[in-house]
């Protein structure tokens, strides 16, 4: 029988804890290592309806990307959604593991999934902040190139392909033929998406100065919502896991979704 730490250890072998950012909080942050698994929720968020979700249909593992736990908690009462979700685990004998950052950097993560659904060939890192044990590189963003199409056509490829309600960008006056990804809030690479030699850059989370920064040096900047850019992976951890583990049933959340409306 599959247990937590079974779980945990071959996530470790997709993102390695070693490739997470120094301020971020990964691994299990809630339940015991020596737990039996039996099934797992996998999601994006750990919110308080995943919770809920894992709950009811008899989850043993909820597996997100996001943290259970992210800034110090000076608390857990049922005053906070946090506090609830975790009240809620605990009760109910349910773990939870992430793979946050290091699932952004690590080969095959978030941004190799996020270029692949975008349809990106040659695809290499930018900036590698190192390489794995295969010797494959590994860094935060991704860069690959795509068939020269007008700006308006790309954009219409990343809304179907996301499935996103709607995309805020500035055009930059180029065509799109090579294209920088960083799923979630990665708009602060911006720079390094230009010095890649980028003509456009998928993101999330811009900001209004970023938009202006943009467009004085001439990218595209195409900000596809965090929860649209980053979900593709579920999928894709989930059929991981299932694969490793074929007694455990893996099921994705049916409940979350992004939060944020187009009116």
């Known amino acids: 029988m599959a247990t937590v730490n079974d779980i945990l250890a071959f996530l470790e072998t997709l993102a390695p804890r070693s490739m997470k950012m120094d301020w971020d909080n990964v691994g299990l942050l809630c339940g015991s290592r020596k737990a039996e698994v039996t099934k797992i929720l996998v999601a994006l968020d750990p919110f ?100 020269e199409q007008p700006l308006t056509e790309f954009l219409a490829t990343v809304k179907n392909r996301l499935g996103c309600e709607g995309l805020r960008y500035v055009d930059g006056g180029k065509p799109v033929r090579n294209v920088a990804v960083g799923g979630g809030a990665c708009a602060s690479e911006l720079m390094d998406a230009y010095l890649a030699g980028c003509d456009t850059f998928v993101t999330s989370d811009v900001k209004y100065n970023q938009f202006w920064d943009a467009k004085d040096l001439g990218i595209n900047l195409i900000d596809a919502g965090h929860f649209y850019t980053e979900n593709p992976i579920t999928a894709c951890l989930a059929e991981k896991i299932a694969a490793a583990f074929p007694e455990v049933e893996v099921k994705i959340s049916e409940t979350h979704r992004d939060c944020m409306k187009f009116y």
């Not at 736990?69 to 857990?76: G, N």
């Not at 690590?106 to 890192?125: F, K, Q």
Request: with cysteine.
């Open 48 to 147: 308080e309806g995943v919770c809920q979700e894992a709950a009811a249909i008899g989850a043993d593992l909820i597996v997100t990307h996001h943290p259970l736990i992210f800034q110090a908690l000076k608390s857990v009462t049922d005053d906070t959604s946090i506090g609830r979700s975790i009240q809620l685990l605990c009760r109910e004998g349910i773990s939870a593991i992430n793979a946050h950052t290091n699932l952004d950097c690590a080969p095959g993560g978030v941004n190799d999934r996020l270029s692949e659904i975008l349809g990106l060939s040659e695809i290499e890192v930018i900036d590698p902040m190192g390489v794995d044990v295969t010797g494959s590189p590994w860094g935060l963003l991704r860069k690959g190139s795509i068939w």
